[in-house]
Structures are given as structure tokens and as C-alpha cells.
């Protein structure tokens, strides 16, 4: 993937070009007063965009959170970025009807299994840093599990057994 | 006393349905104010006049409408790219003030004090219009708007010198102050803007213990029109000094929050700057003016064409987007009244009131038109220029 470029449109706000692998780009134009547009870029014709989506801030952070690449990153960022390639840090709810509530992190197995570890848990608002084995997980609770993508594949999977 | 309210109130219910008219016909609100302002004319205002209360509102709105200008000066936007910047903003100049100043000279039959303030109105484009149909037309990712954009901040660093310059000249009276007035004004508002950053370091210390939002908003329009009153005294212009101030607090990282806070004062003010320049002007003097308003119309719509072609060249851009910028550059609006306003109150002729009138309403109408049609317009030039096939028809 190629870097994004960032540049300033004095009076406007900050545009993010990025040119995708498959030969188009995007560029995304932040206004200073929130707005985003999104401006899709034939490779034919770099000159206009061919499709251009205007997006409040509250559905820019939506997206963002969709894409979760979420890329609107202040530069001073980028470097630890790179550094915690391949890692992925998720924040999982767990649902009253979730197979895990009411059993404990050891009794599950959950690093052995699928590889992904649960470094924290929020409950009712308050942290539980790096908690035991013989923590029992609670419906409601929320799990903030670190590890690579095909852990998460494998933790999603052995969450949704039954 | 007792009809003062209903005055203002009807003023400002002008302001109101100016501002409502522009937002439903999605029209630039300037030129609709300066309309409002011409029909409502002397025979509602006469007795605010008097008071004089009208034209104070309105010295805010220049204080304002000019510290927001210095505020959104950035020296880093200005030295980002700057040879090139430099080089498309001195072609925009060299173009586009020169046929100013024919304008003014050849045109108006003014003296060469009134050619140099049109030359300024006719150089400069109106960066808040132009960003806003930037945003209106969604061509903010255009390969064209990088040029457009840097073109406007070489434009504002420009007409903040070239104000303090005329503001001098025309405040100042007669032959030795004449020459030194807008030398020193001149190098004040460029040691401002070289060590803003140093100077803004006390600012922002001050700024950062002020919580309350109140305070904020009391304290810098305090600040504002000290500064302004100061400036005043020592003959610089009371617009000048809110430039100046911008300039300083635009290095403070608090330029949002004060932006923010100050931007419903600046809307206020401005408007009733932009109604009660419309009440200067006498209707019998539009007549006298409607004809060479609108060859300079075509002439500045030209030169801007031109200038977009030439720059867009130079920045490697292809013939239709380079013609897109060039259309889009085209309307005039804010500081082109600002300096009318300017030469209307140092007593030079009326007409420049008059003529800037119906000039910035002209391209205002067909500057807007142009834009939003600009991308069907080049391509059709295109079409023209390079005929589908070799073939000739006919």
C-alpha cells in the first residue's frame, strides 16, 4: 500500500489522497467545519472525482469505525503505527446470551485456544487491568482483547460455538 | 431618542431578510446587503445617521471583517510551496491589478489615488465566496483547487499590505507624511507577520487561563478595539490594528476556539458594515456608473481567465482544468468593499462607492454562473480546441 499524502487547502480544511492497489484513489477532504466528502477518483481521469459523498462529522465516525482502518490519525501517530503492524486491539461486548458469561478466563481456555488475550475487562464503567485466570467474565462486561487478525477470526468462532 | 430602536431594528430586519433572500436563492449575502442597504436608503435612515450609530456598527464590522483576516493567516500555509505560490500569486497581481488600474485611470477618469484603490478592487477575488462555492460544488479534491487556493493566500498576504498602505495614504493629509505613513505602516504589518510567532508566545500564555467563554469573548473584542483605538492614534488605521492582532493571535493555537466564539460578533458586524456601505450610496450615482461597472465586469472576468490559463500552465495543469480555475477565481466580495469603503471615507470621488456597487453585483451574478458551469465550459472549449477525429466535416 502507498503512503497517504496529506495536504493543506488553506481556508478549507485538510485533504488525505490515497491511491488504492486497484488503480483508482480516493481523497478525503476534512472542512473545517466538520464535514467530510469523500471524492472517488477514476485512474482515466485524475483531474475530477467521479463520485463525491458528503458525510456529517457523527457519520464520518461511524464509517470510520466500519473501516476501522480509521486512518484520520494526526501524523505524530504514524510511527507507532508502524510499529504495531499485525497487531489488533478489539473492545468486545459480551451479550447476555454470549456461551462465555458466567464462566472464568481459565476455565474457557480462551489464549490456548484461539491465541487472542483478554488484557482488560470494563465493568459497569470501571477497568480490571490484566485480569486472573479465575476472573468470571459477566454478561454486560466488556472485553479488550489484543492479538492478531486470524486470532480474532479463530476467538469469534469459538465464541459463537455452542 | 425614542425612534433610535425601531431604526436599527429595521436596519438589522434588513440585514435579516438580505441574509434569508441569499440562503433560499443560495446567492452570495454580500451584494444582496449592499442592495438592501441602497433601497432602504436615506429616507428610512436619516435620523440614525445623525447618530451616527450606523457608522460606528459598521467600523466594527471593518475591525472585524480584518482581524478574521489576519486570524486565518497562517505563515506556515504561507512558506508551504512558496516559490511556486509566489510566482502564480505574482502573475494573479501583475494581470489583474494592472488592468485595475486601467480601469480606474482610463475608465473612471479617476485621479491615480482613487486608479490605485480600484486597481485593488478589481485585483482582488473573494476567498470566502470562492470557498464557499469550492464546498457548494464539491471541488475541494479537484486537481485545479490546490492552484486556486494558493493563488487566494498570496491574495490576502497582498491586500493586508496594500490596505495598511491606502488606509495611511488616505488617512495622512499632505506631501512628506504621504510618503512615509505607508512605508512604516507597510513595515509594520511585515515585522507583525515575521515575528507573530514570538509575540504570540505571551498571548497564548493568557489565553490558556481563560476557562470561562464569557471571559473569551469579552476579553478578545476588548482587546480588539483597544488595539484598534491604539492603532488609530498613531495614524494606522483602526484596521490595520485588528490586523495586526489577528496576525499575532492566528500564531496562538487558540484560532478555533476564538473563531468560534467570535464569529456570531464578526456575522453581526459585518453585515451591517455591507448594508450601511449600501446606504452610502446615492441611486442617481449607480446610473452614472452602470455601464463602465460592467465593461470592467468583462474586462476582470477576462483577466482572471487569463490568469487560471497562465498559472495553470506553469503548474502543469491541463488546458480544461487550468480554464476551470481561472473561471472560478472570478467573484469579488469582501475586501473589494473594504476598500471602497476605505476611499469613499478618505473623500475621494463617490463613484468608486457606487461603481464597486454594482461591479462586485455583476460578478457576484455571473462569477458564481461561471464557476458552477466552469467544468461544462472547459470541456466544450476543449471540444473546440481538439475536434473528435482528424477529419474536417463540411
Avoid at chain 2, 438589522?12 to 442597504?37: D, E, H
Avoid at chain 2, 485621479?111 to 464557499?132: D, K, N, Q, T
Amino acid at each position: 500500500m502507498r503512503e497517504i499524502t496529506e495536504s493543506k487547502l488553506p481556508g478549507i480544511g485538510k485533504k488525505y489522497d490515497l491511491e488504492c492497489s486497484s488503480g483508482e484513489s480516493l481523497s478525503i477532504v476534512v472542512h473545517n467545519s466538520g464535514t467530510r466528502e469523500i471524492h472517488h477518483f477514476d485512474p482515466e481521469n485524475r483531474e475530477g472525482p467521479k463520485a463525491v459523498t458528503t458525510l456529517t462529522d457523527a457519520e464520518a465516525r461511524k464509517v470510520g469505525a466500519i473501516l476501522s482502518g480509521a486512518y484520520f490519525k494526526p501524523r505524530v501517530i504514524q510511527d507507532v503505527e508502524l510499529a504495531v503492524e499485525g497487531l489488533l486491539i478489539e473492545w468486545i461486548e459480551l451479550r447476555p446470551e454470549s456461551r462465555l458469561a458466567g464462566k472464568t478466563i481459565g476455565e474457557l481456555q480462551i489464549r490456548q485456544r484461539t491465541g487472542v488475550t483478554i488484557v482488560a475487562i470494563v465493568r459497569a464503567g470501571r477497568p480490571i487491568i490484566n485480569p486472573r485466570p479465575d476472573e468470571t467474565l459477566r454478561a454486560g462486561d466488556t472485553l479488550v482483547v489484543i492479538g492478531d487478525e486470524e486470532g480474532f477470526a479463530r476467538f469469534r468462532r469459538f465464541a459463537s460455538e455452542s | 431618542m425614542p425612534e433610535t430602536f425601531l431604526e436599527v431594528g429595521i436596519a438589522f430586519a434588513g440585514i435579516a431578510l438580505a441574509s434569508l433572500v441569499a440562503a433560499q436563492l443560495r446567492f452570495p449575502s454580500i451584494p444582496l446587503l449592499i442592495v438592501a442597504g441602497i433601497l432602504l436608503g436615506p429616507a428610512v435612515m436619516s435620523a440614525v445617521d445623525e447618530l451616527r450609530l450606523m457608522q460606528v456598527f459598521a467600523g466594527f464590522g471593518i475591525v472585524l471583517i480584518l482581524f478574521f483576516l489576519g486570524l486565518e493567516f497562517s505563515v506556515g500555509d504561507l512558506l508551504s510551496g512558496a516559490r511556486r505560490k509566489v510566482l502564480n500569486g505574482l502573475l494573479d497581481f501583475a494581470i489583474n491589478f494592472s488592468l485595475g488600474l486601467a480601469v480606474g485611470l482610463l475608465l473612471l477618469d479617476l485621479s491615480p489615488l482613487g486608479a490605485l484603490f480600484v486597481a485593488g478592487i478589481v485585483y482582488i477575488s473573494s476567498s470566502g465566496l470562492i470557498a464557499r462555492l469550492i464546498f457548494e460544488l464539491q471541488r475541494a479534491a479537484r486537481v485545479e483547487t490546490g492552484l486556486i487556493l494558493s493563488i487566494l493566500v498570496f491574495e490576502d498576504l497582498v491586500i493586508a499590505g496594500y490596505l495598511a498602505v491606502l488606509s495611511s495614504v488616505s488617512g495622512g493629509t499632505e506631501e512628506a507624511a504621504s510618503f512615509l505613513q505607508p512605508a512604516l505602516a507597510l513595515g509594520i504589518v511585515a515585522a507583525t507577520i515575521g515575528t507573530a510567532r514570538f509575540i504570540s508566545r505571551g498571548a497564548q500564555r493568557l489565553l490558556e487561563r481563560i476557562v470561562s467563554d464569557e471571559l473569551f469573548v469579552v476579553a478578545i473584542f476588548a482587546a480588539l478595539v483597544l488595539v484598534a483605538g491604539l492603532a488609530e492614534m498613531v495614524h494606522i488605521s483602526s484596521a490595520i490594528g485588528a490586523l495586526l492582532l489577528g496576525l499575532i493571535l492566528a500564531e496562538t493555537g487558540h484560532v478555533e476556539r476564538i473563531e468560534q466564539r467570535l464569529r456570531p460578533v464578526h456575522d453581526i458586524f459585518a453585515g451591517v458594515f455591507f448594508l450601511h456601505f449600501g446606504l452610502t450610496i446615492r441611486l442617481e450615482n449607480i446610473q452614472a456608473v452602470l455601464a463602465a461597472a460592467a465593461v470592467a465586469a468583462i474586462i476582470s472576468i477576462l483577466g482572471k481567465t487569463a490568469t487560471g490559463l497562465l498559472a495553470g500552465r506553469i503548474a502543469g495543469l491541463s488546458f480544461p482544468a487550468s480554464l476551470t480555475a481561472g473561471l472560478t477565481l472570478i467573484p469579488r466580495g469582501e475586501f473589494s468593499i473594504v476598500l471602497a469603503a476605505l476611499a469613499v471615507s478618505a473623500g475621494l470621488s463617490p463613484l468608486i462607492g457606487s461603481f464597486t456597487a454594482v461591479y462586485i453585483l455583476i460578478l457576484a451574478v455571473a462569477g458564481s454562473l461561471l464557476a458552477r458551469e466552469s467544468l461544462r465550459i472547459a470541456a466544450w472549449v476543449e471540444s473546440l480546441r481538439r475536434p473528435k477525429g482528424n477529419t474536417t466535416s463540411g
